[in-house]
């Protein structure tokens, strides 16, 4: 069964930094993009970085550009987002989602979600 496993969530200070983990089994991690999404309570989920599979394209939402790094390594079948300098609005459950799109058809599965909290 297709698994998407995340890891490394927690409480930190503005200006810290996270690494977020997602540890993909079941599906062909290689042929897959990956992407992470976050959402805030009360707010919809939005993207946040995406990573081709082959790992040579990546794009970011505006606000995290600078200060997020998405990385993948399809040898381990897992995709990384490190947040540096966090701030108190980049407190959001964080989502991996797995995608391939063929014409107009898209393929995606999704992790559980880890809360961040960034607070003094």
């Known amino acids: 069964q297709v698994q998407l496993v995340e890891s490394g969530g927690g409480v930190v200070q503005p200006g810290g930094s996270l690494s977020l983990s997602c540890v993909a089994s079941g599906f062909s991690f290689s042929k897959y993009a990956m992407a992470w999404y976050r959402q805030a309570p009360g707010r919809e989920r939005l993207f946040v970085a995406n990573?081709?599979?082959?790992?040579?394209?990546?794009n970011y939402l505006d606000s995290v550009k600078g200060r997020f790094t998405i990385s993948r390594d399809n040898a381990k079948d897992t995709v990384y987002l490190r947040m540096n300098n966090l701030k108190p609005e980049d407190t959001a459950v964080y989502y991996c989602?797995?995608?391939?799109?063929?014409?107009?058809?898209?393929?995606?599965?999704w992790g559980q979600g880890t809360q961040v909290t960034v607070a003094t």
């Open positions: 989602k797995a995608w391939r799109a063929e014409r107009d058809k898209t393929y995606e599965y």
């Open positions: 990573i081709v599979s082959t790992g040579d394209l990546i």
